[in-house]
């Protein structure tokens, strides 16, 4: 069974930056297009951006963090990134990662997450 990590996160300043990072044992990251979620106190969870299998590849983000928010993944493939800059209060949650297909998640088991609070 796969177990996911994300770490990096913080508490930061509005207009500041965090990159966030996502391990795995149990699966090779690298087969996967990889996500990620994020899930703020009383919302759902929500896809946050994705890269595609293949180095370099294709990458889809929700509107609200286009232009701030880069995702991205090492050469091995085997710790997908995401780099977080311009922070809003409104990007306080606990993220998460997890493979997509689209942007649904594909795997059931879920990191412990990361929280990520921006203070005004």
């Known amino acids: 069974q796969v177990q996911l990590v994300e770490s990096g996160g913080g508490l930061v300043q509005a207009g500041g930056s965090l990159r966030l990072s996502c391990a795995a044992s149990g699966r090779t990251l690298s087969n996967y297009r990889m996500g990620w979620f994020r899930q703020a106190p009383g919302k759902e969870r929500e896809f946050v951006a994705a890269?595609?299998?293949?180095?370099?590849?294709?990458?889809e983000y929700a509107d609200s963090v286009k232009g701030r928010f880069t995702i991205f993944r090492d050469n091995a493939k085997t710790t997908v990134y995401l780099q977080m800059n311009s922070l809003k209060l409104e990007d306080t949650a606990v993220y998460y990662c997890?493979?997509?297909?689209?942007?649904?998640?594909?795997?059931?088991?879920w990191g412990q997450g990361t929280q990520v609070t921006v203070s005004s």
């Open positions: 890269i595609s299998v293949w180095s370099g590849g294709s990458t």
């Open positions: 997890n493979a997509v297909r689209g942007s649904v998640s594909l795997w059931d088991s």
